[in-house]
């Protein structure tokens, strides 16, 4: 799996833009940048992923540097509930023996307050 | 809501006793999951199943740990003779193995050797 490095915490204020770093910068080409987030007592849930082009859904933007060694997601306006540990995955290429294994780091704490 | 579901959500038992989970994965989905959880840290792959087999095992999973994936749709893990150090939130995931098609949780089941 390529290593990813984020951030130990951030802080965010209700309704603003939350924007979350990763570095990645050993990712091969084909693979994937994934986003999951952790509330407390919950299973991870699914975000957003992509592979180059900057990606948007209901819950966040996935923006891809160019050179594929980092991404930020952006949660566009950040409410309470959004407060989390967040986590940036490169997982294995499909066709490999370890396909789908998702290697899950410290993630980054995201506190969203008032 | 069809997410993946897992059951028991708490589980509490005397060291050394057996205790089997249930996970049952989004309907459409071939790939089935299982992760465990410590306090303060990321979930750590055990071991998955594509349909009914076994296709990978993580060195986590030791000879008292079983998984089992019977007819390709609903799995359990097993733990036989419970230690202190498998209190552990316990999670199951399960994915589409087409394409690059995300994982999805279930909430998890606690672990608590007394």
């Known amino acids: 799996d390529a290593k990813t490095t984020q951030p130990t915490s951030m802080d965010c204020a209700e309704g603003r833009a939350a924007n979350l770093p990763c570095n990645h910068s050993t990712i091969s080409g084909n693979e994937y940048v994934y986003w999951y987030r952790q509330i407390h007592s919950q299973g991870p849930q699914y975000i957003i992923h992509?592979?180059?082009n900057n990606e948007t859904n209901e819950m966040a933007s996935l923006i891809i540097t160019e050179d594929r060694k980092s991404s930020t997601l952006i949660l566009p306006h950040a409410t309470l509930r959004d407060t989390a540990v967040y986590y940036c995955i490169v997982p294995p290429l499909a066709g490999g023996t370890s396909y789908g294994k998702l290697t899950f780091g410290q993630g980054t704490i995201l506190t969203v307050h008032p | 809501d069809t997410g993946v579901s897992q059951d028991p959500r708490h589980k509490i038992t005397k060291r050394g006793q057996n205790v089997t989970f249930r996970c049952d994965p989004i309907?459409?989905?071939?790939?089935l999951y299982w992760y465990r959880q410590t306090l303060g840290q990321g979930p750590e792959f055990l071991t998955y199943?594509?349909?009914?087999?076994?296709?990978?095992k993580s060195r986590l999973l030791s000879d008292r740990f079983s998984a089992e994936r019977p007819k390709g749709s609903f799995s359990t893990l097993e733990i036989q003779r419970t230690e202190q150090g498998d209190s552990a939130m316990y999670l199951c995931?399960?994915?589409?193995?087409?394409?690059?098609?995300?994982?999805?949780f279930g909430d998890g089941t606690r672990l608590s050797i007394l």
């Open positions: 992509g592979l180059k």
């Open positions: 199943f594509q349909n009914e087999a076994q296709l990978e």
């Open positions: 995931a399960s994915s589409s193995d087409r394409g690059n098609q995300p994982q999805h």
């Open positions: 309907s459409e989905h071939n790939r």
